[in-house]
T-cell receptor
Framework: AQRVTQPEKLLSVFKGAPVELKCNYSYSGSPELFWYVQYSRQRLQLLLRHISRESIKGFTADLNKGETSFHLKKPFAQEEDSAMYYCALSSPNDYKLSFGAGTTVTVRA | DAEITQSPRHKITETGRQVTLACHQTWNHNNMFWYRQDLGHGLRLIHYSYGVQDTNKGEVSDGYSVSRSNTEDLPLTLESAASSQTSVYFC????????????????FGPGTRLTVT
């Protein structure tokens, strides 16, 4: 069975400090991995996907197959990064997503 | 502009009543999904559809049903509402004709907050 674990429910950092959101997964094989974000009063939206290996809004995420992790990182947090972040997984041949429980990030001035 | 809408945005109902939540998308997407969002559980998949007349059960499908009679709509029905179904419900859609799931972002609706008393 596939499972996504986000161990931190809440994360509070100061503006300008690095931020890392942890995501671990269990899956037999090579999954597709994503980070989705929900800003206050906005819809849930895709932040980044591992296959594109891109940096969005300064965030990066590296897939570590040995540790089955896909942690999200940003070197210098900004106040506008305050949001709920979800890690998600899908099978390579499927379109449905399995989400983690989410991490609420608060960036303080 | 193409979009995905949900109605109603807020609903209060009584235990035992049948409730239908609407989801409508104008992107002509093949794939549509229903999730519920609960504190401590994140988003959990209820039902999904990969095309007209196709429906599939997700992780938490008991007590819910869907039907897909056209591309644009995937209504979610709670057969007999229970207090455990108090939640925020999100509908989403994505393409899916070729290329694999990594190419197809899910687009989410604004959500429906359902309270069962």
């Amino acid at each position: 069975a596939q499972r996504v674990t986000q161990p931190e429910k809440l994360l509070s950092v100061f503006k300008g400090a690095p931020v890392e959101l942890k995501c671990n997964y269990s899956y037999s094989g090579s999954p597709e991995l994503f980070w989705y974000v929900q800003y206050s009063r906005q819809r849930l939206q895709l932040l980044l996907r591992h296959i594109s290996r891109e940096s969005i809004k300064g965030f990066t995420a590296d897939l570590n197959k040995g540790e089955t992790s896909f942690h999200l990182k940003k070197p210098f947090a900004q106040e506008e990064d305050s949001a709920m972040y979800y890690c998600a997984l899908s099978s390579p041949n499927d379109y449905k997503l399995s989400f983690g429980a989410g991490t609420t990030v608060t960036v303080r001035a | 502009d193409a979009e995905i809408t949900q109605s109603p945005r807020h609903k209060i109902t009584e235990t035992g009543r049948q409730v239908t939540l609407a989801c409508h998308q104008t992107w002509n997407h093949n794939n549509m999904f229903w999730y519920r969002q609960d504190l401590g559980h994140g988003l959990r998949l209820i039902h999904y559809s990969y095309g007209v007349q196709d429906t599939n059960k997700g992780e938490v499908s008991d007590g819910y049903s869907v039907s897909r009679s056209n591309t644009e709509d995937l209504p979610l029905t709670l057969e007999s509402a229970a207090s455990s179904q108090t939640s925020v419900y999100f509908c989403a859609s994505s393409e899916g004709t070729s290329g694999g799931p990594s190419n197809y972002e899910q687009y989410f609706g604004p959500g429906t907050r359902l309270t069962v008393t």
